[in-house]
């Protein structure tokens, strides 16, 4: 215990700079905000000067004005795409290797519209990571799964069969749901896992293949899906920094869905004065492999299939958006028990604040709950909770007329954050129509679960400038 | 936040009336619940012990139960004898028999010591002895002429059973740790597993009890009754005697408070409402939350401690007040005439979510303490909490039930209105007339204030807690005088070694460092004793050499020194357990102290770990005992208290800020409750009253409470202001409204705090004087300082060109600090003007000007910046007016970056909030947007949402200024100015100078004025052409400055133009938005 030298002079000390601090910076507060605002209306002029003011705008402060904007026009096949290059660095002073990516990306996108409402559209991406080839300790398998990149995102074709009916074809991404974070009914495509909340939840579905048919009627929308591919989530190889496993994992048994063996999902959605609601089933892949011994007693990974019940609602009062999804799930399974199924039951809440000018600020809390994890279950899932709370915190605030973005997400496992913390923030700044930079760090901080005790020290910080560009007219 | 209110005030009145519809049902399960509860509240405890003060984890408690468990108990009872004729026959037959009484009849005794037993260690024949110092007892004058020669040479008696001038003795009375324990350690030679379960004890709730401390010194101080008139004056003291006498008090206080806080809520009930209604229902309402609460702390297995204590009459007299802003607006409105039920339903629809609020912010401010180290604090704040929680949940739920049963003849309420109503407008009248003053005075106080935090001092001194007259504190510093102290400070150093003691260097080090921390001094601290092992070899060594005083050394060799222990130890006394382990690795070294404040041991207890860490720096020390425990508890409340400041001022901050629904006026809105506050601290710096752990709950008590004044004040003022636009009005209408329950639950407050003034401990009359004195202080600044504030935020002026006198204006008010948002008002003196009604027909034929029933049109969109950086922007946007309602969409075609982006926009009928949905492809799905705060800028440009929006011409006042010619065209210019603050910070512009075009009614020019950082847009029209008949803008010009500099452009282009085509209905769906304009 730390006991300073004489309790009169601490406690002086504390309050002659602590509380009148605290009251007078509060005062300060106040002060710059409103000062500003004498001294500016002090500033104004009167009404003829400030009628004077259009006269001269089109010469002030330097500011040309274009004569006519650039000229737009139709094109029946579209390409664009961006060229990246980016970088992310381990700040952990023990890593072995302290550049963690250096990477160049491509992506390629296609729209055609040939007309008679057809619809084509593909999004490619290309990588090479050279941060292998520089570094000293990047081994195979998760060297060659990082070096070199080619994934085709999404590949569908669309078209709208009558008024109120649309049918689409190919590789595409469903996204269902109202949270920012967390994937309840979200279950259609797999994701990629690879690396541990380093990207929104936009960019971690992975493209399926599927036929996807809407039918449309006032505010309702009825989503009918037949998911055709066998497509897994992509999870960190051996080597990987997020590699959770001590050893290898055993060999993929092959999925239960793919062209002859469909998973089916239905959406019925309603969007209303003042709010949303939507009802979900699914049968489809779960994200959670388990393992478990064949006939032979060779160990296999396996993603169980699993049928899935969910609800959201979202509604807004004034500048606050509430949010709930439920999402009951059967067929969970867990490598601990494999030849048991287990029934969960997923309940979010969330809010979105966004009163504040330009910015958006989100608190999200869900609560996994588990069926009939009796205690000799618990005991042998390893650190298996009959209840998992998970709650996370996200920010965004645009700056300078929408050309400097902030993400600040934090995420807490655990009511409390006992089973690890993770905090991310970025910022992009747009450079110009076509560039963008951006610039960001993650920390996590270690808990009581696997997880976090592998990945506590994967701290980073990452950089990335973008160029997009068009090749219309093609 | 308006239309949610109104929401709110529906739902409670639905609820109210939904409750009395169901009353029986109601009333059955509101109290099925209670008693369900309050049947666990026998299970409640009580425990005014010093260790209750953490909590069962603190560090600092497990090396003190650590220290219990291997040396026994600290917490001693204390007999000091006084008297001339000590050393006489007479007195050690008096003293013999009062040993001998006391070892009989009091429990849970350990040890007791006094010159009777205490030891005498002496050499005869090359043998060692250890007696006691009477032992034979003394049967004549030469034997105890004899035993005062022993006694008054014996350095180890000095201060511990005989003062240094011989004319104080003491008997110490050291009570058992664990009575199971020892208990348990009978068993030992029975039973192979006792150690284990003695270990697993001290772990548990093994320790002495406070029933069973209680018990020990009352038969301590029965025994003593007796021997009061033998010609010598006998004290009691010690931490034991302290703690149980402390503990009666509170008992007898918690009652006394209780009783006095029904009395005086009674009381005041009655004088209010003069209702049977009136007392009985709020009375019964509290009574449920108290009890509730206390059941809460008995399911919890919460015990009822010192600072616990303020929880009943806290909850009473909080509680109270969400019942009485009910009642008055419910007795309010039967006496206009309104049946039963809908005077409760209004009542309740009014008064709903402000109770809510009120008491979330109540509960936030308790609920603060929860992370306080201090267990008893945090579990103040705990259960305040849930108290305040519950009585709010009672209020809800029993009170529009009982009083559906209340037969009342209307009108007549026996309200006192007409007494409060002229004093209430008066000060209306003066907070408006007057409200740079109240600033500066406001100012000049709380200034006064700041200047005295820093003379605060910060104090746990549980004796002075007591008056000065008060027998206890009276024997107690007269012990401490005599004897030179009465508690303990105890070091315990681990050798890390079985036999680590015998090792000369160690021992005559540890002989050194005794003496030093004998020789430390603070200006408060000296130690009276300090003894240790040391003591013990030396007496031990002089004994083996004939009981020479030259050999009251140590032993010179590890050897002798072990031996010498090992004589002493199988001469027949336990003594050596006190001050070593069975394996000989551990030191305890005591040091007997004053009984004085805490904080002041802080010093003391430094410089002592200072040396210890200088002189032994290889082993692993730890300073305990009582001392240790009550400096951690007070370093521990600053510690918290300043945390919990922090979260009390930064949760309610925000909860104002949400309410209000603008962070300035939310955080200026925190002025009146933070003064208050900030002068009651100033005033018990300047009055030198130590801040107590009590003390430091003053400002977040406080905080939470004078909230909800203000609270009720914003939640009205709002309400009037925006259905007058006048802030005078506003303010009055207020005052005459909510300022009467403001006034009565202040009272009722202030009383439920004063009543701590009966309080026989210090530390409860000057919480209670200054928590009270905070919730005064908070009332008038929510009757003056709300009301100035308001008015140099919202009062109107007339319109006048600004001048160098602005300038100066805006000099005096940066001096003025105090009347802070003064600055706000000049930003806001141009807002104001009387509606025109040229000017309003004008505007009117431009609102009804027709544009068309749907339109479609492509959109170049160029932002640029103050460095000319242009960024640009294809839409394409589809309107369609569906009667009142108007639906738009846009869809992004370029950059790359923002392609296939959408937006639609559903305004609904004016008077609602709108619907809108955002696409981002990248997140492959439809966002709904929660869209009451249209200030925010369109896709980055200079158009906010709220431009892209129609508005409503009643929520503005129209003059028309002057007439100009814009490229030829005569026009218009009319001043809008939004009609209250609620248009103002929905939109985000104070005023807009509008250019009307004469022949076409088309609003070819704009300056708006922004609310935020002080900005001017100008909007352009530079080219306006007929299209199908339609006036169409083409182009449009926005630009943003600020003085004159510009800070960004948005230029607007529209091409392929068409209007009333008959858009489809489905091009304005989520569904359109997904699948994009291709």
């Known amino acids: ?474 | 936040m308006t239309l949610f209110k109104q929401r709110a005030d529906k739902f409670f009145q639905t609820m109210s009336r939904t409750l009395i519809r169901h009353r029986f049902k109601t009333l059955l399960l509101v109290f099925t619940l209670f008693f369900a509860l309050a049947s666990n509240l026998g299970k409640l405890g009580i425990d005014a012990s010093t260790e209750a003060f953490l909590h069962h984890n603190d560090p600092s408690l497990l090396s003190y139960n650590k220290f219990k468990h291997q040396f026994g108990n600290d917490d001693l009872i204390l007999i000091a004898i006084e008297s001339d004729q000590i050393f006489t026959l007479d007195f050690f037959n008096t003293l013999n028999q009062l040993h001998n009484e006391l070892e009989a009849n009091v429990p849970y005794i350990d040890d007791i010591t006094s010159l009777i037993n205490a030891r005498n260690t002496f050499g005869k024949d090359d043998s060692l002895y250890v007696n006691d110092l009477c032992d034979p007892f003394p049967t004549t004058q030469a034997d105890i002429d004899d035993i005062r020669k022993r006694a008054l040479s014996n350095p180890l008696y000095e201060n511990l059973v005989i003062s240094g001038d011989g004319r104080v003795t003491s008997i110490v009375i050291q009570l058992v740790a664990s009575p199971k324990l020892n208990e348990a350690e009978l068993l030992a030679g029975f039973e192979d597993d006792t150690e284990a379960a003695v270990e697993d004890q001290t772990t548990t709730d093994a320790w002495l009890t406070v029933e069973q401390n209680g018990e020990a010194v009352e038969a301590v101080w029965a025994v003593l009754e007796s021997y009061r008139d033998k010609g010598f004056h006998i004290s009691l003291s010690g931490t034991a005697s302290v703690n149980h006498f402390i503990k009666d008090i509170l008992l007898i206080d918690t009652a006394r408070f209780l009783k006095l806080a029904y009395l005086g809520v009674m009381v005041f009930l009655v004088i209010v409402f003069r209702r049977v209604t009136g007392v009985i229902a709020p009375i019964l309402i509290v009574t449920l939350s108290l009890i509730s609460a206390l059941s809460l702390m008995a399911i919890t297995g919460v015990p009822f401690k010192i600072p616990t204590e303020i929880l009943p009459s806290f909850i009473l007299a909080v509680g109270v007040g969400y019942s009485v802003h009910i009642l008055a607006l419910f007795y309010n409105r039967l006496k206009k005439g309104a049946t039963r039920e809908d005077a409760i339903a209004y009542a309740t629809g009014h008064s709903g979510l402000a109770v809510v609020l009120t008491g979330l912010t109540t509960s936030a401010g308790l609920f603060s303490f929860s992370g306080s180290e201090v267990a008893p604090i945090a579990e103040l704040g705990l259960f305040g909490g849930a108290g305040v929680f519950f009585a709010m949940i009672y209020t809800f739920t029993l009170l529009p039930p009982i009083l559906s049963f209340v037969r009342l003849p209307r009108g007549e309420t026996g309200e006192a209105r007409k007494g409060l109503d002229p004093l209430l407008e008066s000060i209306a009248r003066f907070s408006t007339t007057y409200p740079v003053h109240i600033l500066v005075v406001s100012f000049l106080f709380f200034l006064g204030a700041c200047l005295g935090l820093p003379r605060l001092n910060f104090s746990h001194d549980i004796l002075r807690w007591l008056p000065e007259t008060e027998v206890l504190r009276i024997d107690s510093e007269r012990i401490d005088a005599s004897l030179k102290g009465s508690v303990n400070m105890e070091i315990v150093m681990d050798t890390g070694r079985e036999n680590g003691l015998y090792d000369p260097d160690f021992m005559a080090r540890l002989d050194a460092a005794a003496n030093r921390i004998a020789a430390l001094q603070t200006p408060e601290v000296t130690a009276g004793k300090v003894w240790s092992i040391a003591d013990v070899l030396k007496e031990t060594h002089k004994a083996l050499h004939n009981n020479q005083d030259a050999f009251y050394t140590l032993p010179g060799t590890r050897e002798l020194m072990a031996q010498e222990l090992f004589l002493f130890e199988n001469s027949g006394t336990d003594d050596l357990e006190d001050f070593t382990d069975s394996q000989f690795s551990l030191v305890r070294v005591s040091v007997k102290l004053p009984f004085i404040d805490a904080v002041a041991y802080n010093g003391y207890i430094n410089q002592v770990n200072e040396l210890l860490e200088k002189e032994f720096p290889e082993l692993s020390i730890e300073t305990t005992g009582l001392i240790m425990i009550y400096s951690k508890v007070i370093a521990a409340g600053i510690d918290s208290m300043g945390k919990s400041y922090i979260y009390a001022f930064g949760t309610i901050s925000l909860m104002m800020i949400l309410m209000l629904g603008n962070i300035r006026i939310g955080a200026i809105a925190m002025i009146p409750n933070l003064i208050p506050i900030v002068l009651t601290l100033g005033l018990a710096g300047w009055l030198s009253i130590p801040v107590s752990l009590f003390i430091m709950l003053v400002g977040n008590i406080a905080m939470g409470l004078s909230v909800d004044d203000t609270i009720h004040f914003m939640h009205n003022f709002k309400h009037y202001f925006g259905k007058t636009g006048d802030a005078a009005e506003a303010v009055k209408k207020t005052l005459l409204t909510a300022g009467r329950p403001m006034m009565i639950t202040t009272i009722v407050l202030t009383m439920g705090f004063f009543i701590y003034l009966f309080s026989d401990m210090n530390h409860l009359t000057h919480f209670g004087l200054l928590t009270g004195l905070a919730i005064i202080l908070a009332l008038v600044a929510d009757f003056f300082l709300a009301p100035a504030l308001v008015m140099v935020l919202y009062r109107k002026r007339p319109v006048r060109p600004l001048s160098g006198l602005a300038g100066a204006k805006a000099a005096i008010i940066f001096f003025t600090l105090a009347a802070v948002p003064l600055a706000y008002s000049v930003a806001q003196a141009q807002t104001a003007g009387l509606d025109d009604k040229e000017a309003r027909a004008i505007m009117e034929a431009v609102d009804e000007r027709y544009d068309g029933d749907d339109r479609t049109s492509s959109m170049t969109m160029m932002l640029i910046d103050k460095n000319n950086n242009q960024r640009v922007r294809h839409l394409k946007v589809f309107t369609r007016d569906e009667g009142p309602d108007t639906w738009s969409a846009m869809f992004f075609l370029s950059p790359v970056d923002v392609r296939d982006t959408a937006f639609l926009s559903h305004d609904i009928d004016k008077t609602n909030d709108d619907d809108q949905w955002l696409y981002l492809p990248a997140l492959h799905k439809v966002k709904r947007i929660a869209s009451d705060d249209k200030t925010a800028s369109f896709m980055g440009s200079d158009l906010s949402y709220a431009d892209m929006t129609d508005r409503e011409l009643e929520l503005y006042d129209f003059t028309i200024l002057k007439e100009v010619e814009v490229r030829g065209n005569p026009c218009w210019v009319i001043q809008s100015i939004p009609r209250t603050p609620q248009v103002v910070k929905d939109f985000g512009y104070t005023k807009s100078i509008l250019f009307v075009r004469k022949d076409c009614y088309v609003v070819v020019r704009s300056i708006h004025f922004v609310q935020e950082g002080n900005k001017l847009k100008y909007l352009d029209i530079p080219k306006l052409e007929k299209i199908d008949d339609i006036w169409t803008a083409l182009e449009l010009q926005v630009t943003t400055k600020k003085g004159k500099k510009t800070l960004h452009k948005t230029i607007l282009q529209y091409k392929d133009i068409v209007y009333n085509q008959g858009l489809p209905g489905n091009i304005f769906t989520t569904r359109q938005l997904e699948k994009g304009i291709n």
């Open chain 1, 1 to 474: 215990m730390n006991i300073p030298v004489s309790g009169k002079s601490w406690a002086c000390s504390f309050w002659a700079h602590f509380f009148p601090g605290l009251v007078i910076g509060f005062c300060i507060i106040l002060l710059a905000g409103t000062l500003a605002n004498a001294l500016a209306s002090a500033g104004e002029t009167d009404l003829d000067l400030l009628l004077e003011e259009f006269e001269t705008q089109d010469t002030v402060a330097g500011i040309e004005t274009p004569v006519s904007a650039p000229s737009e026009t139709p094109e029946w096949i579209d390409i664009y795409g961006s060229l990246s290059a980016s970088s992310v660095i381990r700040t952990d002073p023990g890593s072995r290797d302290r550049l963690a990516e250096l990477e160049a990306e491509l992506t390629l996108k296609a729209r055609v519209d040939p007309g008679w409402d057809w619809h084509f559209f593909t999004d490619t991406l290309a990588s090479h990571d050279l941060a292998p080839a520089l570094g000293d300790h990047f081994e195979d398998p998760y060297r060659s799964s990082v070096e070199r990149e080619l994934e085709v995102r999404e590949m569908w074709i669309r078209k709208s069969l009558t008024p109120w009916l649309d049918l689409k074809l190919g590789r595409q991404i469903v996204a269902w749901g109202s949270s920012e974070v967390f994937r309840l009914v979200d279950v259609v495509n797999p994701t990629d896992q690879r690396e541990f909340a380093m990207t929104d939840i936009e960019d971690i579905r992975l493209g399926q293949t599927m036929t996807r048919m809407d039918m449309y009627t006032g505010p309702w929308n009825l989503t009918l899906l037949m998911v055709h591919g066998d497509r897994t989530p992509r999870t960190p190889e051996q080597g990987s920094d997020f590699y959770l496993w001590d050893a290898p994992l055993p060999d993929l048994v092959d999925t239960d869905t793919g062209l002859d063996r469909p998973g089916f999902a239905g959406a019925l959605t309603g969007r209303f004065t003042g709010w949303d609601a939507g009802l979900y089933l699914a049968r489809v892949n779960d994200d959670t492999p388990y393992t478990f011994q064949d006939n032979q007693g060779i160990d296999r990974l396996k993603y169980p299939k699993i049928n899935m019940a969910g609800l959201t609602l979202a509604k807004t009062f004034g500048n606050i958006l509430l949010k709930s999804e439920m999402a009951f799930l059967d067929g969970l399974k867990f490598s601990q028990a494999p030849e048991r199924e287990f029934q969960g039951l997923d309940v979010l809440a969330g809010i979105e604040y966004s009163g504040f000018t330009d910015t958006t600020i989100t608190l999200e809390m869900v609560n996994q709950h588990i069926f009939s994890l009796d205690a000799d279950v618990a005991n042998a899932l390893e650190r298996m909770k009959k209840n998992h709370v998970e709650s996370a915190l996200r920010l965004t605030r645009d700056f300078k007329n929408d050309t400097i973005h902030l993400t600040v997400v934090a995420g807490f496992m655990g009511a409390t954050g006992q089973l690890g913390t993770f905090q991310r923030a970025e910022i992009e700044v747009d450079w110009s129509d076509t560039v963008y930079l951006k610039f960001g760090g993650i920390l996590y901080h270690n808990g009581d679960s696997n997880l976090f005790e592998k990945i506590q020290d994967n701290d980073r910080i990452f950089f990335s400038i973008c160029k997009d560009f068009s090749l219309s007219g093609m």
